[in-house]
Antibody
Framework: EVQLVQSGAEMKKPGESLKISCKAS????????IGWVRQMPGKGLEWLAI????????RYSPSFQGQVTISADSSISTAYLQWSSLKASDTAMYYC??????????WGRGSLVTVSS | EIVLTQSPGTLSLSPGERATLSCRAS???????LAWYQQKPGQAPRLLIY???SRATGIPDRFSGSGSGTDFTLTISRLEPEDFAVYYC??????????FGGGTKVEIK
């Protein structure tokens, strides 16, 4: 089955680090871009970053450059999104999605990140 | 920087009615690079339309997309109960590389 399986909900304190994951199956992980999309509570979709696991080429939204890091491990078909120092404003649902031919055609179910002291 | 503006913010309609959703870009977008998504409460978004007018796999033909340049439209010919959701347009290729519109909520009147 073609799917993206994301890691579970996280509850963190401001200043802590975090790495969430997205495991792909059923398709060639190294020949498709994969990315992350944020949705803050009650708000719309925001694109953060995409990566091409075949060569680790990355692209970031200017709004999120330097705020998050996208990476991928082709040996286990898994993409990651990480923060070095979380803020309360990072509280959101984060979706991973396969990026094929200019659009996101396969989505994970989302990873809820809550940052609160 | 390209900005996608969706209107209306909320559309109140009854089942069986026609829904017309607008996505306007601040700069021209290639038709190849315009997509539409549906998101229901508690669910991930789902690709509906890509390349402005091509339906994604499994999408019913009551959904159609049209437009070019800076004006794009998603039309739902006859609303079914499961179509009440939030719809987003998305562009690729202009700075920023990817961006979404703010969304249109289609609610039951």
């Amino acid at each position: 089955e073609v799917q993206l399986v994301q890691s579970g909900a996280e509850m963190k304190k401001p200043g802590e680090s975090l790495k969430i994951s997205c495991k792909a199956s059923g398709y060639s992980f190294t020949t498709s871009w994969i990315g992350w999309v944020r949705q803050m509570p009650g708000k719309g979709l925001e694109w953060l970053a995409i990566i091409y696991p075949g060569n680790s080429d990355t692209r970031y939204s200017p709004s999120f450059q330097g705020q998050v890091t996208i990476s991928a491990d082709s040996s286990i078909s898994t993409a990651y999104l990480q923060w070095s120092s979380l803020k309360a404003s990072d509280t959101a649902m984060y979706y991973c999605a396969r990026h094929t031919h200019w659009y996101f055609d396969l989505w994970g179910r989302g990873s809820l990140v809550t940052v609160s002291s | 920087e390209i900005v996608l503006t969706q209107s209306p913010g909320t559309l109140s309609l009854s089942p069986g009615e026609r829904a017309t959703l607008s996505c306007r870009a601040s700069q021209s977008v290639s038709t190849s690079y315009l997509a539409w998504y549906q998101q229901k409460p508690g669910q991930a978004p789902r690709l509906l339309i890509y390349a402005a007018s091509s339906r994604a796999t499994g999408i019913p033909d009551r959904f159609s997309g049209s437009g070019s340049g800076t004006d794009f439209t998603l039309t739902i010919s006859r609303l079914e109960p499961e179509d009440f959701a939030v719809y987003y347009c998305q562009q690729y290729g202009s700075s920023p590389l990817l961006s979404f519109g703010g969304g249109t909520k289609v609610e039951i009147k």
